[in-house]
């Protein structure tokens, strides 16, 4: 299939209704409830719609991967392991990370609604995805969060000055809830590039931008095969010494106060999982004497959205305005899976016992 203006290849759309479908009948098909399985779907769909597809649906083959492990456990729920009031440490215990967070951060938004703040170290999850989901999420209940999260054993970035891979793609991610208008939602990862956008440009033949890799050498390349094939290279983390600060206080707030685990030698990942602690901390901003909380904060972002735009610059964005708009584009035309993600969750469906038949039913709807 081609654009015929461009004569480029035109990306398949599904649209998110029918994606959301089939990856829910895919972890029902491998033993989920209905309910687990919708919220895995949700919060991958929701991912794609946001225009993260580095943690879209593209991730449910590693998931089947990391099930054939024996690593992720289904059907596993949040275990608050110590209750000191406005501090819960919550175990996830290898569950759907998309499950384990949900209850974590609605346990912390009771608390934070009842007592003002409350700070959730969330250990031992697998995979809990795109981060802004779980701000979102206490965004809808009116309240501020900050999340620093590690990806714990499964170092993908070099260190500032260093050429080997020591330190996860940790994310950071803050909201700030705004009433009758969207959330602002800061959400990265600390290195220059998310793995899993080098993920997609390697199924898209594409290069990555310069200055996220280095190869096995610590030279840079823009070859995202450094990250898929022996000899392994490593990611940058993003703006130099500052990039690599904020990565490695997540890791230590995340993975040693929540009472799980940071990366170091005696704790590299060998399997498909991928195990993420999480600490939030969650705000009710009407605990604050601040009636102009609102105001001054829509006044703010009135003021920098009002500086000329730099040659070539369309427009100033909020954060989590460009989200939005993919969300809302996405949502009217189907979301954009390539054929090679397409065809591995055909494969991971196979994997788990899905037929040919409800495959091809499925890949009708992509096109
Ligand atoms: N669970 C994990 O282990 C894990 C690890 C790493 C990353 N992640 C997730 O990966 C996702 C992708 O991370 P990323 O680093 O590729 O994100 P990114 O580089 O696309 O940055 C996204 C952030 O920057 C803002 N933004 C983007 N373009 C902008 C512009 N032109 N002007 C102003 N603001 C702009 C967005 O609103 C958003 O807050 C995140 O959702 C993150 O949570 C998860």
Avoid at 5 to 21: M, N
Avoid at 164 to 175: K, L, V
Avoid at 299 to 312: Q, R
Wanted: proline share 7%; hydrophobic share 40%.
């Amino acid at each position: 299939m081609t654009d015929h203006q461009t004569a480029l290849p035109v990306t398949p759309r599904i649209p998110a209704d029918q994606l959301h479908a089939y990856i829910k009948a895919i972890w029902e098909k491998a033993g989920s409830t209905p309910r687990e399985a919708a919220l895995v779907a949700d919060h991958l769909v929701a991912a794609n719609l946001t225009g993260h597809d580095s943690h879209g649906v593209g991730m449910t083959p590693r998931y089947v991967a990391s099930l054939a492990d024996g690593e992720l456990k289904l059907n596993l729920h949040a275990e608050v392991v110590k209750d000191a009031g406005a501090v819960l440490s919550v175990e996830g215990g290898k569950g759907f990370g998309q499950v384990v967070a949900f209850e974590a951060m609605e346990q912390g938004i009771e608390r934070a609604k009842r007592l003002g703040i409350c700070a959730v170290g969330l250990r031992g999850a697998h995979h809990i995805g795109r981060i802004g989901h779980w701000a979102e999420q206490c965004a809808r209940a009116g309240l501020v969060s900050f999340h620093f999260v590690n990806v714990a054993g499964d170092p993908l970035v070099a260190p500032f000055g260093g050429v080997d891979r020591r330190i996860g793609t940790n994310p950071f991610c803050a909201a700030y809830p705004r009433p009758g208008k969207p959330p602002l939602v800061l959400d990265f990862a600390t290195s220059t590039v998310a793995y899993g956008k080098t993920r997609v440009a390697y199924n898209q033949g594409k290069e990555v931008p310069p200055g996220a890799l280095i190869d096995h050498e610590g030279v840079p390349t823009r070859d995202p095969k450094v990250m898929q094939e022996a000899p392994f290279g490593a990611l940058t983390p993003f703006g130099g010494h500052k990039g690599f600060g904020l990565a490695a206080m997540c890791e230590i707030f995340a993975g040693a106060l929540s009472g799980g685990f940071t990366t170091h030698a005696d704790t590299l990942g060998t399997t498909n999982a991928i195990i993420n602690c999480m600490l939030s901390v969650i705000v009710d901003p009407a605990a604050f004497d601040a009636p102009d909380a609102q105001a001054e904060a829509d006044a703010f972002i009135d003021w920098v959205k009002a500086s000329p735009h730099a040659a070539g610059v369309p427009h100033i964005y909020e954060p989590g305005e460009p989200e939005r708009i993919t969300r809302a584009q996405r949502e009217a035309e189907g979301v954009p899976i390539d054929p090679a993600t397409w065809a591995q969750i055909r494969e991971a469906a196979l994997a788990v016992g899905m037929s040919d038949e409800e495959t091809a039913r499925w890949s009708a709807h992509w096109r």
